[in-house]
Every structure is written in C-alpha cells, then in structure tokens.
C-alpha cells in the first residue's frame, strides 16, 4: 500500500519536472524544475521499492544507487549552471508591457 | 495476492510511464535553444533511465542489473561534467 503510494507521488514528481523543463523560458528556470523534481521523483520511487522489498540484497543495492544519485544530481546542476553563467547565457526576465509604459 | 499482482502491474506501468517522459524530454534534447539545455535533457533522461533499470532489475529478479545501474549513473554523471567542462573552456 505504502509502496504503490510512494510509485505513484514519484511518478507525479516526474511528470511534473518534464512539464516544467518543456514549458520554462529560460536554462536556470529548467535547471530547477529538472533537479528538484527529478531528485525528489527518484527519492519517492526508490523508497517504494525499498519498501516493497524489505531488507534483502535489492534494497540494500537500491539504497546505494539513492545515496549516489542524491549526491550527484545536484553537483551536476550546479556545474551546468556554472558553466552556462559564465558562457554569456541571459537570465530570462518579464517581457515589457510598451501599451502600459505608453499610458502612464 | 491481488495486492501482489497489482504491485507488479504498477512497476511495469511506472516503468512504461518513464519512458514515454524520457522521450517528451528529448525534445530538449533536440531543439534545446543553448547547448547546455541539451546538456540538461541529457542529464534528466539518464536518471530516468537509471530508475527503469533498478524497476527491470526487481522485476525479473537479476541482481547483476543493479550494479549496470550504479554504473550508469555514475558514467551519465562524468559525462555530463566532462561536457560541461568542454563547453566552459571552448568560450574562453
């Protein structure tokens, strides 16, 4: 019960993160969906099947890959970032509204 | 048993349902604006990739997949460094 639970929240989080890399305007709005949701997305679905399993070689095993992937991933983020930044890349801003400017 | 039989079917529905969401990223992928938003869709398909094969690894019960996963993330994530240390360096 808990661990189909635990499925579906990471399958939500998953769902969730591609909507928001596919939608945002900009790279550092797309970086945050990706890493947030994906992490939390292999979080919840890891612990599911930890759940699911009990303690056994699998989980232990599962329990290593989680501990890696949640180091890694936001390293690799932060990296991306980094080297975008000093790429040149914009951060994207609201565009003007020239109707409201004009009216004042 | 009804419980067991729907916990199977939930894996390989989630195991399914990731795909398809590593196929809707590879549109960043392909039309990513920058490089490094490709770099991005690369980096999202492989941790999706590593999670289907830990839900294949558990559901035909082959430990030996366990350890190609850690070994794929852990190659996805040099990959994902070494590329964005290349883009870094070729703009200076």
């Not at chain 1, 591609?18 to 709005?29: A, H, R, S």
């Not at chain 1, 890891?46 to 390293?75: C, D, E, M």
């Not at chain 2, 196929?23 to 920058?34: C, D, H, K, N, Q």
């Amino acid at each position: 019960m808990i661990a189909s639970f635990l499925l579906l929240l990471g399958l939500f989080f998953m769902i969730f993160g591609v909507v928001g890399v596919l939608k945002f305007p900009d790279i550092y709005t797309r970086l945050q969906a990706s890493t947030k949701c994906g992490v939390t997305g292999v979080i919840s679905i890891f612990f599911g099947l930890i759940i699911q399993q009990g303690f056994s070689a699998f989980s232990v095993r599962i329990f290593f890959i989680l501990v890696f992937v949640l180091i890694t991933t936001p390293v690799a983020s932060h990296i991306i970032a980094q080297a975008a930044y000093e790429s040149g890349v914009e951060p994207w801003r609201k565009p003007l509204d020239n109707f409201r400017e004009k009216k004042r | 048993m009804a419980e067991e039989d729907f916990l199977l079917n939930l894996l390989w529905m989630t195991a399914l349902i990731l795909a398809a969401l590593a196929f809707l990223s590879l549109y960043r992928v392909i039309f990513g604006p920058t490089s490094y938003d490709r770099l991005l869709g690369v980096n999202l398909i492989s941790s999706m990739v590593t999670v289907i094969i830990v839900i294949l690894a558990i559901r035909f019960q082959r430990r030996i997949y366990m350890d190609v996963a850690l070994v794929y993330a852990l190659l996805s994530f040099i990959g994902v460094i070494a590329l964005a240390k290349y883009l870094r360096a070729g703009i200076r």
